[in-house]
């Protein structure tokens, strides 16, 4: 049961704006792992993602973005707002653990209510995308894991999300890998560069025809090459 602030806020958020809704969901390590360097250029990444969406007249208008973060907890940091009204959090990254699967689970759960949302009011939306950065590896029970795991393939195979994973420098891509298919690796911290091609991504997708339900195909979309952010590419 959706909770009626929640509905409220939504009815006025479509009433004003009724445009086709792109979510977004970051899954972000805040481990101690990340500490120093790392979670400074993140910061920074994320201030860069507001500052390019923004500039996009499209997305400013069809994107939503959340976060959560994950160490020895899982932490809501930002409901889905519109560029406008996304906030970018300063991270600290203390945490003793990384319990990926867990958020990776919420996340999950927070995308299926905000299309709920969506459907509740006539808004039509583009397949939200997951996009997870980690440094590590999870450290939850390999049950736990493999749960997740089935989770993700599931919920791809049937065109329910768009599911991205990103490894800092040190991460396990091997197991990584076990979780979320095909996952890329971040070159040189170089978060800004990483969060200007989602923006510009997701811009590319926002300017696409909206699906009106979990089964109708997507229109094809032309991605930006992710060149300039992960080793993969040079």
Known sequence: MLESKTLQEAARNFADNPEPRCACLLLLDTSASMQGIPINSLNKGLQSFKEALMKNNLARLRVEIAIITFDHEVRVVQDFEDPEHFSPPSLDALGSATNMAAAIQKGLDMIQARKIIYRTYGIPYFRPWLFLITDGCSTEDDFVIKQTAQRVKDEEHDKRIVCYAV???????????????????????NFEELFKWVSASLGEVSNSKPKQSD???????????????TSLNG
């Not at 089964?215 to 952010?229: A, G, I, R």
């Open 215 to 229: 089964l109708e195909p997507d229109d094809p979309v032309q991605l930006p090459l992710p060149t300039k952010w």
């Open 167 to 189: 490894g800092v420098q040190g991460a396990d891509m091997m197991e990584l890998g076990k979780i979320v298919s095909d996952p890329l690796p971040l070159k040189d911290l």
